[in-house]
């Protein structure tokens, strides 16, 4: 323990002695040319790539470096005043990466060593872990978001409070938002940008040169003075290039310098960084760009690093606000409510289409007997969404280091909370077989609609955050206070940056209840970490029931803890190219005739249709091929048929697919009666099925779930039931192979009524079961 605290206070020392050396260098040179050298590096690390991301997620670690790097450039320039006749060195410039380089390991090691014995118990055995990477992600994670969607995200949040932002500043969310892209637009392509530029330039001259049939230098003078436009774009390429000028907001965006005022350091303005006492000018300190994220240099104002400008400018741009509308606060307060708790159902409306939505829903608690609230309520098919809305993140503005405590309060508002509530409504939804759902009407609570929890076949708890909140987020399950509410469901926690991402990547209804299903059985493995939702999502894309993989490992590797790296590439390259908007997005594959029925659910949307469409989608790649080898079969001769059907083991669940000839009608008869021998013969009580509709091009026109049960014993009127299973085992010994009958003659000795109870046993009436 001795040693543990010596080793701690010896790199605390070294930490601030290498902060002192990396102000003076930078105090030395000009600050645009040494941001126009720290740029040029990070171009050239990324291999000339524009960036889709606002973080270190590039894996290059001399991005990292320089990203650092900049953040103690935007410090020290708004720590202190400009000083005289400073000359740039390059040499300096490599001793500055050096120490920047030093120290940043540094703190990343005192995460470590400080972490280990933490006497906080804030998080019960957890906390020491929780500590670390509170620590570690306050040094590393920058924003881990794509700038490609800075203006989409601005507009949403601050749409709210689009009238006060005109009243102060003179222009809208829109336009505030449009100005936040341009902003990211610079960073990401600035440099090639004005590359291109300059070349086009020179191809300028030198064909102007080539006119005259003069050496280029003998015409430069008279080509200036010709080209003035063309002569002042090159010499803003240069200075993008070469001192910086891709920072330059003033200069690349139509934003108003009021509005950049707000958001920026004057020279020398900040006076707590690199003040005297424990971690004076370390990372463990809020760094000034956590605060204000622009520096204002001569006349116009920079955005040193790009990586806080979507966080902090969004807090400072709040904050300003009610600093000069001090009245405006209860009214800011109910429209960010409004905003947070429509934002689930609203960004995501593509993917609830046909959802019926609740908001404000009101209930009586039944242990307390007092009415209690939710936020937002989405029901679509067979699956619930119950969504807690939470603002607000001091966690990223005080240290972990200094205020662990603060950090510590943080996770328990922004998910504790929503987790509690959330665990409120599930005991309150399991407490009877149908419950009342309410809203607070003028006063009066008047009921709006009741919910069985027996119609859901999933269930989610969410906890929506509006600012990224990772690691925390994909970490929360590991908090001792958070549990599978009423022991089954696992709570999620997102943001609503993240939603904006997973809108694109999974885009119908299908498809984002099935990762949805596979993030919340992700959150109830503890052993699995990965670091936030673009993980999660990543890990979906590449290799589906992901949760599986995290079990297998853990078992195979006897392993406590299975750490997941890197699983976001796949989404972090969709958005690196220039085309990302109409560029293929990444998906699972699937065979051709296996997206018909998908897309046949997708449009017929028959009651309990997601849970056909998740039972398919469950399907490892093999299982899929087997399953389109089987439809494609009876696709080649349904024509001739009035039905076609298989059943199908897959990997897990079986399914029973009824192919119905399009000119004739439905037997409801035959198709139960016929699954219920399929059951029988694969030994299963429960079969789900999916009748398919087709017509005569071999188009799947309609798909409709339904479930048959196999029956419980045999006796006269259902013995035809019995024979037909024995048939089929004899047929087949395996789940996975296609069982055909082509004639389908039901044999039945008598008429069975709506009321009577049901030939194959189950105690069901007939209508109830078979009879549909």
Not at 126 to 146: F, V
Not at 242 to 262: M, W, Y
Not at 705 to 721: C, G, L
Not at 737 to 748: C, G, Q, S, Y
Request: charged share 25%.
């Amino acid at each position: 323990m001795i040693e543990q605290e010596q080793v701690t206070a010896n790199l605390l020392r070294e930490m601030k002695e290498a902060a002192a050396k990396i102000r003076i260098l930078i105090n030395g040179m000009p600050p645009e040319e040494l941001l126009g050298y720290i740029y040029a590096q990070l171009m050239m690390t990324s291999n000339n790539t524009p960036s889709p991301v606002l973080s270190s997620d590039i894996p290059n670690e001399e991005n990292n470096e320089a990203q650092f790097l900049l953040e103690y450039v935007h410090a020290v320039l708004a720590s202190d005043v400009a000083q005289e006749d400073v000359l740039f060195d390059e040499n300096k410039c490599g001793e500055l990466f050096a120490l920047s380089r030093d120290l940043r390991e540094k703190a990343i090691f005192f995460a470590m060593v400080s972490s280990a014995n933490t006497k906080n118990k804030d998080f019960g055995s957890y906390t020491a872990d929780i500590e670390y990477h509170a620590k570690s992600s306050w040094i590393m994670l920058r924003g881990n978001r794509y700038q490609v969607l800075e203006g989409e995200f601005y507009q949403y949040v601050l749409a709210p409070h689009d009238d006060i932002l005109k009243d102060i500043y003179g222009i809208g969310a829109i336009e505030i938002a449009e100005g936040f892209q341009q902003l990211a637009n610079a960073t990401r392509v600035g440099q090639a940008n004005a590359i291109e530029e300059m070349m086009k330039q020179f191809q300028a001259a030198q064909d102007f040169a080539a006119k005259q049939k003069k050496p280029l230098e003998d015409v430069m003078e008279e080509w200036v003075e010709a080209n003035a436009q063309q002569t002042e774009n090159a010499g803003l390429a240069m200075d993008d290039m070469q001192r910086g000028g891709i920072a330059n907001v003033s200069r690349h965006t139509k934003l108003p310098s009021e509005l950049l005022a707000d958001l920026a350091y004057q020279r020398g303005e900040e006076l707590d960084f690199f003040s005297e006492g424990d971690f004076s000018g370390t990372p463990y300190r809020t760094l000034p760009a956590r605060k204000k994220p622009l520096i204002k240099l001569g006349v116009d104002y920079y955005a040193v690093d790009p990586c806080f400008i979507r966080d902090a400018g969004y807090r400072s741009l709040l904050f300003n606000l009610l600093q000069k509308k001090p009245d405006y606060k209860e009214a800011f307060k109910e429209r960010q409510k409004v905003m947070s708790e429509a934002a689930f159902p609203e960004i995501l409306a593509e993917q609830l289409s046909g959802a019926v939505v609740y908001q404000e829903v009101y209930y009586k608690d039944p242990k307390t007997k007092q009415w209690a609230e939710n936020d937002t309520l989405v029901l679509i098919d067979d699956v619930l969404y119950l969504v807690e809305a939470k603002a607000g993140a001091a966690a990223t503005i005080a240290s972990p280091e200094l205020d662990f405590k603060r950090h510590s309060q943080s996770v328990k508002d922004l998910i504790i909370k929503a987790y509690k509530q959330c665990e409120r409504f599930f005991e309150y939804l399991k407490s009877a077989d149908e419950v009342p759902l309410f809203n607070l009407i003028n006063g009066k609570y008047e009921e709006v609609g009741k919910l069985r929890h027996s119609d859901y076949r999933v269930m989610i708890p969410i906890g929506l955050t509006v600012e990224s909140f990772s690691p925390f987020s994909s970490f929360s399950k590991n908090l001792p206070q958070v549990k599978p509410l009423v022991g089954q469901y696992s709570f999620v926690s997102i943001s609503i940056d993240d939603l904006f991402v997973l809108r694109r990547m999974l885009p119908t209804p299908g498809v984002f209840a099935h990762y949805m299903e596979v993030r919340q059985a992700i959150a109830c493995i503890k052993q699995g970490f990965l670091f936030d939702e673009l993980d999660h999502l990543g890990a979906y894309l590449t290799k589906n029931r992901f949760d599986q993989d995290i079990i297998d490992q853990s078992k195979d590797e006897n392993a406590s803890l299975v750490i997941c790296d890197g699983m976001s590439h796949v989404v972090d390259s969709a958005f690196a190219s220039e085309q990302w908007e109409t560029s293929p997005k990444p998906t699972q594959e699937f065979p051709e005739v296996v997206l018909k029925v998908l897309s046949a659910l997708d449009i017929s949307r028959e009651s309990g249709w997601l849970s056909v469409d998740s039972l398919i989608r469950d399907f490892g790649e093999e299982a899929r091929n087997n399953f389109a080898k089987y439809l494609t079969e009876l696709d080649k001769t349904i024509e001739k048929h009035p039905a076609r059907y298989f059943a199908f083991g897959g990997e897990a669940n079986p399914i029973f697919v009824w192919m119905q000839n399009s000119k004739y009608e439905v037997e409801w008869e035959k198709v139960n009666y016929k699954a219920s021998a399929v059951a029988l013969s694969i030994k299963v009580d429960k079969l789900m099925g999916v009748l398919l509709k087709v017509d005569k091009r071999g188009v799947y026109e309609a798909a409709q779930h339904f479930e048959t049960h196999a029956p419980v014993k045999q006796n006269e009127d259902n013995s035809f039931i019995f024979e037909d299973a024995k048939r089929m085992s004899q047929q087949t010994k395996s789940r996975a192979a296609p069982i055909v009958d082509k004639k389908l003659v039901l044999e039945r000795k008598r008429k069975v009524g709506r009321n009577d109870p049901c030939p194959c046993a189950s105690g069901k009436k007939y209508k109830k079961c078979h009879g549909r």
